[in-house]
Nanobody, 127 residues
Framework: QVQLVESGGGLVQAGGSLRLYCAAS????????MGWFRQAPGKEREFVGA????????VYADSVKGRFTISRDNARNLVFLQMNSLKPEDTAVYYC????????????????????WGQGTQVSVSS
């Protein structure tokens, strides 16, 4: 398994941007699909987006499509979530997650598919 640490959260006005970072430690980071999820108070954890190990495939939730972009740097064991045109409803704790996939270009979209999680970083968007 890998260990994950998120950073980059904060308070931003609606329409603004933030970039989240997920640093992974452990071996063979390039064999893991990486996902971002978020959880608002009183709500279930929801899928935001994910990227295959080879960066060839990305999948996004409809609610963030066109506004958020996931990327990764396998050489530095980093995953990024660029969030633009933020809305108050994007307010949540954002979590990075990892799923070992080996050579497959699998891009899991449910929390149950992921085996490693970070501690989360708070994103707050004011209206």
């Amino acid at each position: 398994q890998v260990q994950l640490v998120e950073s980059g959260g904060g308070l931003v006005q609606a329409g603004g941007s933030l970039r989240l970072y997920c640093a992974a430690s452990g071996r063979a980071f390039s064999t893991y699909a990486m996902g971002w999820f978020r959880q608002a108070p009183g709500k279930e954890r929801e899928f935001v987006g994910a990227i295959s190990w080879g960066r060839d495939r990305t999948v996004y939730a409809d609610s963030v499509k066109g506004r958020f972009t996931i990327s990764r740097d396998n050489a530095r064991n980093l995953v990024f979530l660029q969030m633009n045109s933020l809305k108050p409803e994007d307010t949540a704790v954002y979590y990075c997650a990892a799923r070992y996939v080996g050579p497959a270009l699998t891009v899991p979209t449910t929390p149950y598919d992921y085996e490693s999680w970070g501690q989360g970083t708070q994103v707050s968007v004011s209206s």
